[in-house]
């Protein structure tokens, strides 16, 4: 895996994702104690890409459960496929009354197994370990939380029918949750805990430098100064990270070099996405801010 913190930290750098040293750190704990590392935080702060960036970086694969209300282990871990076992039933029968007698294949063995994106993280045919992403979830049952403390104790799954299934390389495994409600302890216990912040001036900058190098200096600093002052606000929803580097694209789109109030109100549905936070900031409060923009006073002096 990685050698040292410092490692952590450049080879994600050069994946374009800025840790800080309290992320780097965990992060480098987690694979070499071969837990879980669980990231909560605001949407839009990166929690999603320290996998992906992960997977690159260690060129394995990636292996990602999307939670949502409802999750099940047949969406989760694994199911058995029913169309494929009747007709092995049905082929069986036509078989039998034709005065075959091949000896019947076990329709609950793994030839009739489909299997989900857990069973799949931990299947012992892997040559290495992936990386799993676990999504947000803060969104799935309490439930599916039960089920995952055996997945995450000893990376393996029980199938009544087949026994049990453990993995040859444990999946570097990440966790994310946007704390739209609480998570339980035995779950958190098992992982190694990071929360993610809205990033400081001066990150977010590097940030937007690297994920979109094109911008001009003045833009950038602009953009990444009026976000900063919009999280300020008493808004809904605040804009994340992602949120910003969009904004961002879409001036450099419209070639936009600095920012004035007519560009901001043009294009403000890229950073903010609910209604009543555009219209709070829309007219008097949006050109307060970008009159508030460094340039824009160095301009009038």
Request: with cysteine.
């Amino acid at each position: 895996m990685f050698a040292s913190i410092d490692e952590t930290s450049t080879s994600l750098a050069r994946q374009s994702y800025v840790a800080d040293d309290g992320l780097a750190t965990s992060l480098f704990l987690a694979l070499k104690m071969e837990k879980p590392l669980f990231v909560e935080g605001e949407p839009g702060v990166g929690k999603t890409e320290i996998a992906k960036v992960l997977s690159r970086a260690l060129d394995t694969p990636l292996i990602r459960l999307q939670c949502y209300e409802g999750l099940d282990l047949n969406q989760a871990a694994y199911e058995w496929n029913y169309p494929r076992q009747l007709l092995a039933i049905q082929a069986r029968s036509l078989a039998a009354q034709a005065g075959g007698n091949e000896p019947a294949e076990d329709i609950f063995s793994e030839a009739y197994l489909l299997r989900r994106p857990l069973l799949r993280a931990i299947d012992p045919d892997l040559e290495r370990a992936p990386v799993l992403l676990i999504d947000e979830i803060d969104r799935a049952d309490e439930e599916f939380e039960s089920f995952l403390l055996e997945l995450l104790s000893d990376f393996q799954i029980t199938i009544p029918e087949l026994g049990t299934l453990a993995a040859r390389h444990r999946p570097i495994t990440v966790i994310t949750s946007n704390r739209t409600r609480d998570i339980h302890d035995a779950l958190k216990r098992r992982c190694v805990y990071q929360w993610i912040d809205y990033p400081s001036r001066s990150k977010e900058l590097e940030i937007l430098h690297r994920k979109v190098p094109g911008i001009g200096e003045q833009l950038a600093e602009q953009i990444v100064s009026f976000v900063q002052s919009v999280r300020e606000q008493d808004l809904v929803k605040l804009p994340g990270v992602s949120e910003t580097l969009d904004w961002a694209e879409a001036l450099g789109h419209l070639e936009a070099q600095a920012l004035d109030l007519a560009a901001v109100d043009a294009t403000l549905g890229f950073l903010l996405k609910v209604q009543d936070d555009l219209d709070t900031l829309r007219g008097g409060l949006a050109a307060s801010l970008v009159a508030e923009l460094p340039s824009t006073r160095a301009d009038e002096s």
